[in-house]
T-cell receptor, first 113, second 111 residues
Framework: DAMVIQNPRYQVTQFGKPVTLSCSQT?????MYWYQQKSSQAPKLLFHYYDKDFNNEADTPDNFQSRRPNTSFCFLDIRSPGLGDAAMYLCATARRAVNQPQHFGDGTRLSIL | QQQVKQSPQSLIVQKGGIPIINCAYE??????FPWYQQFPGKGPALLIAIRPDVSEKKEGRFTISFNKSAKQFSLHIMDSQPGDSATYFCASGDSSYKLIFGSGTRLLVRP
């Protein structure tokens, strides 16, 4: 009964080779988030959507992009991954109302060769 | 002003002990304070949350204490169990739908 599903759970790519991570949700939540989490650190927000309205964090690298084709799905595209992009990538969703909890998926662990 | 400071970085207690994790915030616009629990290889899961109109909230063995004037809040885990060993993150939110996370506390509960 997983509600926020991330695929794949583990992804290996080569330095500079584009990669796409996916997230789907069954909660019908309006807001979706992408976070980057490095070992022993807090999740770092990359961007989020209110419905289809895209909001980029000021310090998100330019080679990170996202698409949300519909309410249920959201994608994270890394155009030219560098070694520093190796991390866990977390997707989360929330209802579009104040003080709502964020529901996280179990993440995709990205390794760069 | 957007930071949330969390301490300690790591904590070891014996089974049955009461670990306490503390967080402090600066932005008075924050009005939502959740705690998340994260196990290795899993995403963070909401544990308990509080709003500034109450000073304490209990859910099972987990209690949040909130001090609005000091801009601090803390998580207490009663009768801690080895299964509680995880990383705990506090967070603060406002009307922007975003959360600012603390740096995390790695808790180990020894049998």
């Amino acid at each position: 009964d997983a509600m926020v599903i991330q695929n794949p759970r583990y992804q290996v790519t080569q330095f500079g080779k584009p990669v796409t991570l996916s997230c789907s949700q069954t909660l019908n939540h309006n807001v979706m988030y992408w976070y980057q989490q490095k070992s022993s650190q807090a999740p770092k927000l990359l961007f989020h959507y209110y419905d289809k309205d895209f909001n980029n964090e000021a310090d998100t690298p330019d080679n990170f992009q996202s698409r949300r084709p519909n309410t249920s799905f959201c994608f994270l595209d890394i155009r030219s991954p560098g070694l520093g992009d190796a991390a866990m990538y977390l997707c989360a969703t929330a209802r579009r109302a104040v003080n709502q909890p964020q529901h996280f998926g179990d993440g995709t662990r990205l390794s760069i060769l | 002003q957007q930071q949330v400071k969390q301490s300690p970085q790591s904590l070891i207690v014996q089974k049955g002990g009461i670990p306490i994790i503390n967080c402090a915030y600066e932005n008075t616009a924050f009005d939502y304070f959740p705690w998340y629990q994260q196990f290795p290889g899993k995403g963070p899961a909401l544990l308990i949350a509080i709003r500034p109109d109450v000073s304490e909230k209990k859910e099972g063995r987990f209690t949040i204490s909130f001090n609005k004037s000091a801009k601090q809040f803390s998580l207490h885990i009663m009768d801690s169990q080895p299964g509680d060993s995880a990383t705990y993150f506090c967070a603060s939110g406002d009307s922007s739908y975003k959360l600012i996370f603390g740096s995390g506390t790695r808790l180990l509960v020894r049998p």
